[in-house]
Each structure stands twice: as C-alpha cells, then as structure tokens.
C-alpha cells in the first residue's frame, strides 16, 4: 500500500499532506534546475513514545528541463558527512542526518510524484554508538514549481 514510512520491520507511518509539509518542489532559473523533497508523516508510535516524523531532502541540481522529466532520476548519499553538508535530516526526536539514502522519482502524474527512498536513519543522535535503522519511504506528494500550485491540493 503506498502512502507510508516503513522503519525497521516495527513501525509505519502515513503521509501527512496537512500545513504544506509534503512536496516535491521543482525550481528551473536560467540553465539550471533542482528539485528538492519534504515529506512529513502523521504521529504514530515509535517505541514507548509518539512521533511524527519527516525527512528533508535539499535540493539536488538536476539537467532535465520540466519536472515530468523527473521520472527515473536518482540520488543517492553514501556517508553521514556527506548528509549532514547538504543539511539533509531526517526527524524522530531531533532532526539527525542520515548515514546513507537513496531517493527515485518513479512516476509524475496529476501534479503528484511517486516517490521511493530507502536507506539508513540515526534514531538517537545522543546515544554513542548512534542507534540507527533501515527506512523505507513509498508514496505520492504534491508537485510544487511556485507558490500559487499550493492551491490545486487545498480543496
């Protein structure tokens, strides 16, 4: 079923598409191009506690003219160091870099992209040895090129 966040083999999260905090934005300015991914998810349980978790994907320059030419783009990030330069961060308790993801876009249709992401999340930043998980992310989000497209998900 589409629509989650899967951590570890215990916990799923549904997408959140309230307050604007799911999107794919996709900027075009002179000759370059980048899009970028903020997917929140509604609270659920996450061990003894209640969270509502989200990633955040900065933008990653991309060659392709339109945002339908997404479909097939990948990007990957192998390294803790390499996350936390771009400033990508994933939340549970604070906002953690990841140690490793990869993202897709597999379709654009109706102003929505699917989107996959998989990798490896840091849980508890506090704790030494970091305690870390795999997480799975399949789900459709709101394309968004400018401000006014808010509007087509709003009613």
């Given at each position: 079923?589409?629509?989650?966040?899967?951590?570890?083999?215990?916990?799923?999260?549904e997408?959140s598409?309230?307050?604007?905090?799911?999107?794919?934005?996709?900027?075009?300015?002179?000759?370059?191009?980048?899009?970028?991914?903020?997917?929140?998810?509604?609270?659920?349980?996450?061990?003894?506690?209640?969270?509502?978790?989200?990633?955040?994907?900065?933008?990653?320059?991309?060659?392709?003219?339109?945002?339908?030419?997404?479909?097939?783009?990948?990007?990957?990030?192998?390294?803790?160091?390499?996350?936390?330069?771009?400033?990508?961060?994933f939340?549970?308790?604070?906002?953690?870099?990841?140690?490793?993801?990869?993202?897709?876009?597999?379709?654009?249709?109706?102003?929505?992209?699917?989107?996959?992401?998989?990798?490896?999340?840091?849980?508890?930043?506090?704790?030494?040895?970091?305690?870390?998980e795999?997480?799975?992310?399949?789900?459709?989000?709101?394309?968004?090129?400018?401000?006014?497209?808010?509007?087509?998900?709003?009613?």
């Amino acid at each position: 079923r589409l629509i989650m966040l899967k951590i570890g083999d215990k916990y799923s999260f549904e997408v959140s598409y309230a307050d604007r905090q799911s999107c794919l934005m996709f900027f075009k300015e002179d000759e370059s191009a980048s899009w970028s991914l903020d997917i929140g998810f509604c609270e659920g349980d996450f061990g003894d506690e209640s969270v509502a978790p989200a990633i955040c994907i900065n933008p990653i320059d991309t060659d392709k003219n339109s945002v339908e030419e997404l479909v097939g783009e990948r990007f990957e990030v192998t390294t803790v160091k390499e996350c936390d330069e771009r400033e990508d961060t994933f939340y549970i308790f604070e906002s953690e870099p990841m140690v490793s993801y990869e993202v897709e876009v597999l379709e654009i249709k109706d102003s929505k992209a699917h989107i996959r992401c998989s990798g490896i999340m840091i849980v508890d930043g506090y704790s030494d040895p970091y305690e870390e998980e795999k997480f799975e992310i399949d789900c459709l989000v709101p394309i968004i090129e400018a401000a006014s497209d808010w509007a087509k998900f709003e009613n």
